[in-house]
């Protein structure tokens, strides 16, 4: 059974950073590609940033180009986002997605993400 567990969410002031994880099980984790998304209250779970099994390969969301980061440790079985300069508009309950093969499909429903995790909040707030 693929579980993938996120942690790192929590209050943030504009202009600052946070960094999220997700921890993943049940699947091949050095042959997969990963993603995070989020949903902001009032609004569609939208797609954040991808990368693929190696973590050559990386694809952003125009809102958060240049600001976020996202990284992967195969030893670990953990994806990252790391957030900087964050904004208001960031807030979001973030989601972190597994796909079923070691790329992501920007042109896919989800990217081609099948599995996903019960999401950790971010709120962007002074």
């Known amino acids: 059974q693929v579980q993938l567990v996120e942690s790192g969410g929590g209050l943030v002031q504009p202009g600052g950073s946070l960094r999220l994880s997700c921890v993943a099980s049940?699947?091949?984790?050095?042959?997969?590609?990963m993603a995070w998304f989020r949903r902001a209250p009032g609004k569609e779970r939208e797609f954040v940033a991808a990368i693929n099994w190696g973590g050559v390969s990386t694809y952003y969301a125009d809102p958060v180009n240049g600001r976020f980061t996202i990284s992967r440790d195969n030893a670990k079985n953990t994806v990252y986002l790391q957030m900087n300069r964050v904004k208001p508009e960031d807030t979001a309950v973030y989601y972190c997605?597994?796909?079923?093969?070691?790329?992501?499909?920007?042109?896919?429903?989800?990217?081609?993400?099948?599995?996903w995790g019960k999401g950790t909040l971010v709120t962007v707030s002074s």
């Open positions: 997605a597994a796909g079923r093969s070691s790329s992501y499909y920007p042109g896919a429903v989800d990217y081609g993400m099948h599995y």
């Open positions: 049940g699947l091949t984790f050095t042959t997969t590609a």
